[in-house]
């Protein structure tokens, strides 16, 4: 049985220099009394009435003997790092792994799962929906029978430009000088110095001086003759074509652009393909402005009663000229530097890299970092450490996650690809915390109503309240995420557990920098709540004695429709 304790409660915040109990919230002086630490104001009016109550309780958990009848939906893998490592020693920074011919099978998805792979991400511009949909059930049943919690995401294809064909089925050398035919014509087999492109009308516009650029500078071509829809090129940069290489047209140092729409009509199919398969993301490609993302989202809501996040890539010019607001459209952002470097010049990537990540954390919405974070490794066993600055550097901006695309999907060594990503991430992660990064970041209010506002606060509040504090964990009870995702927008230094009776949030909760979610029956009764998962977690010795949490809520009791519950709290195990 849980029970209050004033010295305690005294003994904790002595040690905290930090904390002044003369300091006001919500312009309420806050105080000491029976044993908590409380703000209240119960008079607050916003489109009706609300009332909010802050405290923070210090309580030393009593043993129970009882047995518990609660399924705590624990991750194997962070359940093992947790008892291996402990609270402070767990990876906060999420990974993604695109999954392809190299790593598709039932025992190489396990080993990739078994290394850390929080997200599996499918890429539609290549292999057949028969062979996606193997893949996703591959998933599923190793979450169901081996207790992982692998969300799955589908990233569409895009209106691009790309090769259906290039004569032979791997990479082709284009050499110097030599001519080639860029055709839309559909033909059988192969034909040397033919590509097939996949859009009929790809050559619409294109003027002979333009600059066609492969796969964002692989090889390079000059339009020296058109004949009809077929345009004549001449390779002045030497280089390879890949497999479904992308065409970009330059004229003037420009880049020209076709009006192509964000989702074409196979994309559609995708999407749909994507809501039968029960998918947990969907990442946008190529997208322009926030329209189309509001498009897919109401679209989304119409045909599906799950919550599929929608993720918009940011890979244009146009992209980053509207980013506020396809930020704010987005349930996150996906930094696909491949194409981006297309169109912006090579030096700015890295601050461009660094300013769409500040942004996506104070707009509260998660980051993938993606493309040739470890390039060589798809050929090599070991990274460049260029590559290894570059990931580290990645986690120092505190992105929410990084993503291997060829790496995993076609390389050599996708599994020792993912293990560099875990240990440098876990480095600089250790490093950050060392160096007190935390404290030198700053957020903006994002909500507009008083409810949202409080959260915030109390999010912000409790996030400073555990580093000062040195609790060992965030525990917080949440229905859809939202508190868990505010927490996480602080980067605190403990992990955040989030409890959330929702599947659907849990698994959105896998791309959250820091978030460990967890998947439990809750009840109105926030005490039970409390009990049972500690008593549970400490049964099965991932919690020990001495070791402190603290506790945050935002659900609201059943009958309680007006009013609004938020709590804090810090419990010390025994």
Not at 41 to 52: P, Q
Not at 418 to 432: F, T
Request: hydrophobic share 40%; aromatic share 6%.
């Amino acid at each position: 049985m849980a029970f209050s304790s004033d010295s305690m409660l005294q003994k904790i915040f002595a040690k905290s220099p930090a904390f002044d109990s003369n300091k006001r919230v919500f312009g309420k002086p806050v105080s000491i009394s029976g044993g908590a630490i409380s703000c209240n104001e119960r008079n607050l009016k916003s489109k009706g009435k609300i009332a909010v109550k802050a405290a923070a309780e210090a309580d030393v958990m009593g043993l129970k003997n009882h047995e518990v009848n609660l399924d705590l939906g624990f991750d194997v893998v962070a359940e093992r790092e947790l008892r291996e490592k402990g609270f402070l020693g767990m990876r906060k920074t999420k990974l993604v792994c695109t999954i392809g011919p190299a790593c598709c099978s039932l025992e190489d998805l396990e080993r990739l799962a078994m290394r850390g792979m929080n997200v599996a991400r499918l890429n539609m511009c290549h292999n057949t929906r028969e062979w996606h949909r193997d893949v996703i059930r591959k998933i599923r049943k190793l979450n169901e029978l081996k207790g992982f919690s692998v969300s799955v995401m589908i990233d569409t294809e895009g209106s691009l430009i790309h090769v259906v064909d290039h004569g032979v089925p791997s990479s082709l050398k284009a050499e110097e000088g030599s001519v080639w035919v860029f055709t839309a014509q559909k033909f059988e087999g192969s034909r040397p110095f033919t590509v097939q492109a996949n859009y009929q009308a790809f050559s619409e516009g294109i003027m002979v001086g333009d600059e066609l650029v492969i796969d964002g500078g692989m090889a390079r071509f000059e339009v020296v003759e058109k004949m009809g829809n077929d345009l004549h090129c001449k390779c002045t940069d030497p280089g390879l074509f890949l497999p479904r290489a992308k065409l970009s047209f330059w004229r003037d140092g420009k880049l020209s652009y076709h009006g192509l729409p964000t989702l074409s009509p196979k994309d559609w199919a995708d999407v749909d393909f994507g809501i039968s398969e029960g998918v947990d993301f969907i990442a946008m490609s190529f997208v322009n402005d926030a329209d189309s993302v509001k498009d897919l989202k109401n679209y989304l809501f119409a045909k599906t009663s799950k919550s599929i996040r929608v993720l918009a890539k940011i890979e244009t010019l146009e992209s980053l000229q509207k980013l506020e607001e396809i930020v704010e459209a987005s349930d996150g952002i996906m930094v696909a530097r491949g194409d981006l470097g297309v169109e912006v010049p090579l030096e700015q990537i890295p601050t461009v890299q660094e300013d769409i990540t500040r942004l996506c954390r104070q707009m509260n919405k998660p980051v993938i970092i993606a493309s040739q974070l470890l390039e060589s490794m798809v050929e090599y066993p070991t990274p460049t450490r260029a590559e290894v600055a570059d990931v580290s550097e990645a986690v120092r901006q505190y992105a929410d996650a990084l993503m291997l695309s060829g790496e995993s999907a076609i390389g050599l060594h996708g599994q020792k690809a993912l293990s560099v990503l875990q240990m440098a991430s876990s480095r600089m992660e250790l490093w950050s915390r060392e160096e007190n990064r935390q404290s030198a970041l700053h957020n903006c209010q994002l909500g507009g109503s008083l409810s949202d506002c409080i959260a915030e606060e109390i999010c912000s509040c409790a996030v400073q309240m555990a580093n000062n504090l040195g609790v060992d964990a965030i525990f917080v009870y949440t229905k859809h995420g939202e508190m868990a995702s505010l927490l996480s927008r602080n980067r605190p230094y403990p992990p955040i557990f989030a409890f959330t009776s929702d599947s659907d949030a849990r698994m959105a909760l896998n791309l959250q920098w820091g978030v460990i979610p967890l998947l439990v029956d809750l009840a109105d009764d926030m005490e039970a709540n409390i009990s049972k998962t500690i008593d549970l977690m400490r049964t099965n010795g991932m919690v020990k004695e001495g070791e402190a949490v603290l506790v945050v809520s935002d659900l609201t009791a059943a009958h309680a429709t007006s009013t609004t519950f938020q709590s804090i709290q810090v419990k010390t195990i025994v």
